[in-house]
């Protein structure tokens, strides 16, 4: 009777990561839905009304001052330590390496690259987008300010948004993104969300960061993830050119290996003897099975009443003289001497 092997936890989770990651139904124009559109507004909205309360000097040019005078690194310097360790992952460079690794391992089991090519992309719109918006507006940090209540905006700095807070948006994000099924995708949305709201809240605790540095690099980073449907179709023309690049380069290398020279017609093959230590090694001829012996049900016999195994007859030559055991001496033929 065949059984099947009940699956552990362990088994479906590794099930549900050799799935592909979902790609949207039309590659060649990618359809966002009702709520995707009002999410990318409001974002985009937010974004715009972040960088002009800054650029007026409003209430919350106030707030990042007020902020910055209370000096949470001081007022809980208990866990500063923890907040040290914590603010890396928003560091570019440590979440690249292990999201990379993730997503390859991801590639290598699925035999595809668009893990991979989403995750540079989006970390390439990253780099463009906000590193512009640094260099545009360079706005000062809390540490490098020079007049009490400005925005220190155009004075060269490169801190405005936050590009710990974005990294992390993204970072952690595409693993959202990327997911297999709606229910990883929920949780991996909800772990990537509050992974970046610690980092944003850690740099302002840190004083490296003004609040408002923050918002906007939760906008940035969102913004990010949002137009990624938009680059589906340049990730799968970017997948099909690899693969094809690949394939190409075998075939080159099959076509120059050098072939085995064939051996002339009528030349004699040489065949060399086994040696003792070869033949220890071949295995035995499989041999036939042999066919089950089955034993006849029934009460033991006596031997006189088996049936004889020799042939029928006798094979001795006929005699005349001769005569078989049990035969009276009178019935015997006499013969002379």
């Known amino acids: 009777m065949r059984t099947e092997r009940n699956l552990t936890r362990l088994d479906r989770v590794f099930a549900r990561l050799d799935r592909e990651p979902e790609r949207p139904a039309n590659i060649d124009v990618p359809k966002m839905s009702r709520h995707r559109v009002a999410l990318l507004t409001g974002t985009l909205a937010f974004y715009l009304a972040i960088v002009w309360a800054v650029v007026t000097t409003s209430w919350l040019v106030r707030l990042d001052w007020q902020v910055m005078f209370f000096r949470p690194y001081q007022q809980w310097h208990g866990i500063h330590w923890f907040v040290d360790y914590y603010v890396v992952l928003g560091q570019r460079g440590p979440t690249a390496v292990m999201v990379a690794a993730w997503l390859g391992w991801r590639s290598w089991r699925q035999h595809t690259l668009r893990p991979l090519l989403t995750l540079g992309t989006a970390l390439l719109l990253l780099n463009i987008s906000v590193g512009a918006a640094k260099l545009g507006m360079g706005r000062l940090g809390p540490h490098y300010a020079t007049t009490i209540g400005s925005n220190e905006m155009g004075m060269g700095g490169d801190i405005f948004p936050s590009g710990h807070t974005a990294n992390a948006v993204v970072t952690w994000g595409?693993?959202?993104?990327?997911?297999?099924?709606?229910?990883?995708?929920?949780?991996?949305?909800?772990?990537?969300?509050?992974?970046?709201?610690?980092?944003?809240?850690?740099?302002?605790?840190?004083?490296?960061?003004?609040?408002?540095?923050?918002?906007?690099?939760?906008?940035?980073?969102l913004l990010v993830l949002l137009a990624l449907p938009w680059c589906e179709p340049l990730i799968a023309r970017a997948e099909v050119a690899l693969f094809d690049l690949r394939d190409r380069r075998r075939a080159r290398k099959g076509a120059t290996a050098p072939a085995p020279a064939p051996a002339p017609a009528g030349t004699p093959v040489l065949l060399k003897p086994r040696t003792a230590?070869?033949?220890?090694?071949?295995?035995?001829?499989?041999?036939?099975?042999?066919?089950?012996?089955?034993?006849?049900?029934?009460?033991?016999?006596?031997?006189?009443?088996?049936?004889?195994?020799?042939?029928?007859?006798?094979?001795?030559?006929?005699?005349?003289?001769?005569?078989?055991r049990g035969t009276p001496a009178s019935a015997r033929p006499l013969t002379g001497g």
Do not use: C, F, N
């Not at 949780?187 to 906007?216: F, Q, R």
């Not at 035995?284 to 029934?298: I, K, N, Q, T, W």
């Open 174 to 221: 595409i693993l959202a993104y990327l997911a297999s099924t709606p229910r990883a995708r929920r949780w991996l949305s909800a772990i990537s969300a509050v992974t970046a709201l610690g980092v944003g809240m850690a740099t302002v605790y840190l004083g490296t960061h003004w609040l408002s540095d923050v918002l906007l690099g939760w906008a940035a980073g």
């Open 277 to 324: 230590a070869q033949e220890e090694k071949r295995e035995p001829a499989a041999r036939s099975p042999r066919a089950p012996v089955y034993l006849a049900p029934g009460p033991h016999t006596a031997r006189s009443e088996r049936t004889p195994v020799t042939p029928v007859g006798s094979r001795r030559p006929p005699h005349p003289d001769r005569v078989s």
